[in-house]
C-alpha cells in the first residue's frame, strides 16, 4: 500500500472508530450503528438544509466512510475516491466540516484532511469552476476550502479571484492552505511557474516540500527569489540531490543577491546530512569556507547555526572548522542561553584544550553584556546557569574561578 493511500485508510479507520466513538460519548472505542447515526446527526444537524444525502448520492456521509474503510483494507481509499460519483463526492465534502470540527483535538485531523483534499482534487478535475460555484452557494467552508485548493494547484491566476471570494465569505483562515496548495503544484510544473506563484500568493515555506521535477531550472528560480526566505527549500534539497549546484550557487551566487547567499548554507548543510550523516556534512561545508571572500565568513559560519542544532553536527563543525575563530563563533553562539545541555555543551566537550573552552565562555559572557552593574537583575540566574554549564562542560574549579569573576565584575567607570 502506498504512503498516501495507507494515510487515507488509517484516518477512516480512526474516524469511525475514535471520533464517531467520542462523538457518542466512548472515545477510542469501535463505531457502532449508534455511531453512525451520531455522524450523520452531526452532519445534519450542522449543514445548511437538513439531512445526509442532500447532495444527491443516496448514501449517508457514514455509509461513504465506511465503504471506503472496507476499501482501504485492501489499499484502495484513495481509489474509493477515484469511483465515486459526483454527488457522493459532494457528500464526503459537506459531511468533512463537522468532523473536521469535531476533531480539533485529535492526532487523525490531518489524515482526515488528506482525505478531504483528495475528495476535493477529483471533484475539481471532473467538474472545474462548476464545482466552485457549487461549493460557493453551500456554505460549508471546508467544502468551499478544499476545491479552492484544488484550484490553485491547478491554475493558481485563474484560482485567486476565488481566493478573493472565499474570504469575503469565510475570512482569511483558510489562505495559507491555498497558498501550500499553489505552491506545491507549481513546483511540480517548473520554476517559472513557481516564480508567478511568489508574486500571486507571496512566499510559503515548509521545511520539507514535494521533491523539485527533473529539470527544474534552479537558477533562474533562485535567480528571482522575493528573498532568500524562499530559497531554503530548494537550497536544502541541492543540497542533498545535487551537490556540485549548491556549491556553485553557495560560493558564486547569482545577479546582484550574492551578499545573501551565506544565510542558506545551513540548509544545504541540512539536505547533504540527511544523505551522509553529519560529519561528512559537515566536512563538505567548511571545505567551501576559504574559498569565500574573507568579509562574507562570518555570516557563512553563522548560517550553519540554529537553536535546535544536533549534538553530533555541533562537534563536527567544532572538529572541521578550518579556524579557531570559526570555531569559537559556533561555540557562543550556541551557549548564548547557557543551558547545561544540548548542543552548546556538546561544541565545548568537542575543544579538547580547556583553555579553548574557558575562551569561548568568556566570549559568549562578553557577548551577553558582561560584566554589568551590581544591580543588574539577572545576576543571579546567570550566575547558577553558568556554574551548571561549566560544570557540564567539564572546566576546571580554576578555569570556572576566572569565568565567575567576570560574571562578578563590575564595569569599567
Request: net charge negative; glycine share 12%; aromatic share 6%.
Amino acid at each position: 500500500m502506498s504512503g498516501s493511500k495507507k494515510a487515507v485508510g488509517v484516518a477512516v479507520a480512526i474516524i469511525l472508530g475514535g471520533c464517531a466513538g467520542w462523538l457518542a460519548g466512548r472515545s477510542g472505542e469501535a463505531a457502532t450503528e449508534r455511531d453512525t447515526g451520531r455522524i450523520e446527526e452531526v452532519h445534519s444537524r450542522s449543514t445548511p438544509g437538513g439531512g445526509p444525502n442532500r447532495g444527491g448520492g443516496g448514501k449517508g456521509l457514514a455509509s461513504l466512510l465506511r465503504e471506503m474503510e472496507r476499501q482501504a483494507a485492501g489499499g484502495d481509499a484513495l481509489d474509493a475516491i477515484e469511483r465515486m460519483s459526483n454527488a457522493e463526492l459532494r457528500d464526503l465534502l459537506t459531511g468533512s466540516g463537522p468532523l473536521l470540527d469535531a476533531m480539533a483535538w485529535s492526532d487523525a485531523r490531518s489524515q482526515f484532511q488528506e482525505l478531504v483534499r483528495a475528495a476535493a482534487a477529483e471533484l475539481y478535475r471532473r467538474e472545474g469552476p462548476a464545482s466552485l460555484a457549487w461549493a460557493e452557494t453551500r456554505g460549508s467552508r471546508h467544502a468551499f476550502a478544499g476545491l479552492v485548493a484544488a484550484a490553485a494547484a491547478n491554475e493558481p491566476v485563474f484560482a485567486k479571484e476565488w481566493v478573493d471570494r472565499y474570504t469575503a465569505l469565510h475570512g482569511s483562515k483558510g489562505n495559507m492552505e491555498f497558498s501550500r496548495s499553489a505552491h506545491h503544484g507549481a513546483q511540480g510544473r517548473g520554476a517559472k511557474d513557481l516564480v508567478e506563484v511568489n508574486k500571486l500568493y507571496g512566499e510559503f515555506v515548509e521545511p520539507w516540500s514535494p521533491g523539485f521535477p527533473a529539470g527544474f531550472d534552479f537558477a533562474h528560480y533562485m535567480a528571482n527569489l522575493p528573498s532568500t526566505f524562499s530559497g531554503r527549500v530548494p537550497m536544502r534539497y541541492l543540497g542533498a540531490d545535487d551537490r556540485a549546484t549548491a556549491e556553485k550557487m553557495l560560493l558564486e551566487g547569482l545577479g546582484q543577491k550574492r551578499e545573501a547567499w551565506g544565510s542558506l548554507a545551513g540548509f544545504a548543510l541540512d539536505g547533504r546530512a540527511s544523505i551522509v550523516g553529519e560529519a561528512e556534512a559537515v566536512r563538505w561545508i567548511s571545505d567551501l569556507i576559504p574559498k569565500l571572500p574573507e568579509e562574507e565568513k562570518e555570516d557563512f559560519i553563522t548560517s550553519l547555526i540554529r537553536s535546535d542544532l544536533p549534538d553530533l553536527r555541533a562537534q563536527a563543525l567544532i572538529q572541521n572548522l578550518p579556524e579557531e575563530a570559526d570555531r569559537q563563533i559556533v561555540a557562543v553562539n550556541l551557549n548564548m542561553s547557557l543551558r547545561s545541555t544540548g548542543s552548546g555543551v556538546a561544541a565545548l566537550r568537542a575543544m579538547e584544550d580547556e583553555s579553548r573552552r574557558v575562551a569561548a565562555l568568556a566570549n559568549t559572557l562578553n557577548a551577553l553584556g558582561w560584566p554589568k552593574p551590581p544591580d543588574d537583575p539577572t545576576r543571579g540566574d546567570t550566575v547558577e546557569n553558568l556554574q551548571l554549564l561549566m560544570q557540564a562542560a567539564g572546566i576546571s574549579e580554576e578555569g570556572q574561578a576566572g569565568l565567575r569573576k567576570i560574571v562578578a565584575d563590575r564595569p569599567s567607570p
